[in-house]
């Protein structure tokens, strides 16, 4: 399955407590030729109650792809990525960290935990916009994706 052929805007759950990288991950996106629809959360408690539906986000869609910083307030990206990994229901979900860190110990233990992809944010603004359309058409329009039969 490929968004292409799926007819809807693809789904992405954006994990990341920095406003900043958050307005830069929503312009990239809405620049981009594929239809989509981004939901934002601060933290990693949030972003696990998003993806359980839980509480304020019952009504939540289930994400096409998980765009998950590593540094989190509340719950760390490496706890939230190990949840995932080890929820039946969650764990086909492609997960992309998308972080400043470049600790080999994280990308490692990233890696460890089964992500899909370890990505290392730029500083440049204009590489930054560059490497999130380009998660978004390598995930949405090259790889093929299991269709949801745990839900």
């Not at 719950?75 to 990525?81: A, F, M």
């Not at 992809?117 to 490497?131: A, E, G, I, N, T």
Request: overall charge negative; glycine content about 4%; hydrophobic content about 40%.
């Amino acid at each position: 399955m490929t968004m292409e052929t799926v007819g809807r805007p693809a789904e992405f759950l954006l994990v990341e407590d920095n406003p900043g990288d958050v307005r830069l991950t929503q312009e990239a996106l809405y620049e981009s030729k594929v239809r989509n629809n981004l939901n934002i959360v601060g933290d990693g408690q949030e972003a696990l109650a998003f993806l359980r539906r839980e509480g304020k986000y019952a009504d939540a869609p289930r994400p096409d792809v998980i765009l998950l910083d590593l540094n989190l307030p509340k719950k760390d990206g490496r706890e939230v990525l190990a949840e995932i990994k080890a929820d039946p229901s969650l764990k086909r979900i492609p997960v992309v960290v998308i972080t400043s860190s470049e600790a080999e110990q994280d990308i490692i233990k990233s890696y460890d935990l089964h992500v899909n992809c370890y990505v290392s944010k730029p500083m440049d603004l204009d590489q930054f916009v560059r490497v999130v359309q380009s998660i978004e058409t390598f995930w949405l329009t090259i790889v093929k994706l299991p269709s949801e039969v745990d839900d």
